[in-house]
């Protein structure tokens, strides 16, 4: 038991705070800008790298093609789905005082092969997406179910899959 | 210089081939559903298992409340791009007897922190995302124009970002 706001779920919710109130002060502190590189290593693998951190690795199964090394691109968005919720989470149930034991966040997706192996046109990308999310907490039912309402509402990754967002990919001039 | 198909771009394109012949022949062999599982280990630290690879870690920049240990979950969407664009590349380059000699993919995407700052409701995902593809080959220019056309109407992951994809997250029940 955490006797302490600012160390209840280990979260620093004070930071949390504070970043809040930066953007209502200038709303332009909320507008974020993130990037990745992606190096092709041959074959279907490849690695990304994020700011200064380990470069991720990237490869498919065997079946696919791939020397089956490494998650490969369709789990690594799953992946991406489940840290952003525990996020989510961990962020809002520290706002509300709520103290969390563990959590857990089981995601599958379905991926019609035709339209990325050529064989009709169409959408190449999930069919659909499921998470399950495993939350443990002394929190009430309803305290949770509000929690996990807000944190659907807030999800960047959520929202991400969930919109049509406009990507533009362009060959870059040599 | 290679001289195999079997070889070009270190891709193992009968492997691809077989694929596309099992699904012609019993079109359910498409259908592939993928999962991962991601734990949450305090703040806003996780790991994402994705069958036995190594887990994958996330955390948040310090500004946003994280201790900034891993790239977050909004970079490893885009790292996840560009990682499937890879693959599209190296797959249809081989296809069509196009070597590649080097592949970068940069991306960047701007997010608004508004409505995951719950500060304002609405879209709280990549408002927009942007690919630039560096791409060497002795191809002629049109080749490239027609193998970037064909990636892009066949990417998994940029299908996904760009639809809307049905998200079902559900509490467990304990």
Do not use: K
Not at 35 to 63: C, H, I, K, L
Not at 107 to 124: M, N, P, Q, Y
Request: aromatic content about 4%; some cysteine.
């Amino acid at each position: 038991m955490t006797t302490s706001s600012s160390v209840l779920n280990d979260v620093n919710i004070e930071a949390v705070g504070g970043l809040i109130e930066a953007v209502r002060r200038n709303p332009s502190v909320g507008d974020t800008t993130w990037a990745a590189s992606v190096t092709w290593r041959g074959g279907f693998r490849s690695d990304a790298q994020v700011r200064d951190f380990e470069p991720v690795f990237s490869d498919e199964p065997q079946g696919l093609g791939g020397t089956d090394s490494a998650p490969n691109p369709v789990e690594q968005v799953l992946a991406a789905l489940g840290n952003c919720l525990v996020v989510g989470y961990a962020a809002n149930a520290t706002a509300r005082g709520i103290e969390l034991t563990d959590l857990r966040v089981d995601i599958s997706g379905t991926v019609d092969l035709h339209a990325f192996l050529g064989i009709r046109e169409g959408h190449a990308g999930f069919d659909d997406i499921r998470a399950s999310v495993h939350l443990e907490s002394s929190a009430s039912d309803e305290q949770i179910a509000e929690l996990h309402q807000h944190v659907l509402s807030t999800s960047p990754v959520g929202h991400t899959l969930r919109a049509a967002v406009p990507v533009t990919i362009e060959l870059a001039t040599a």
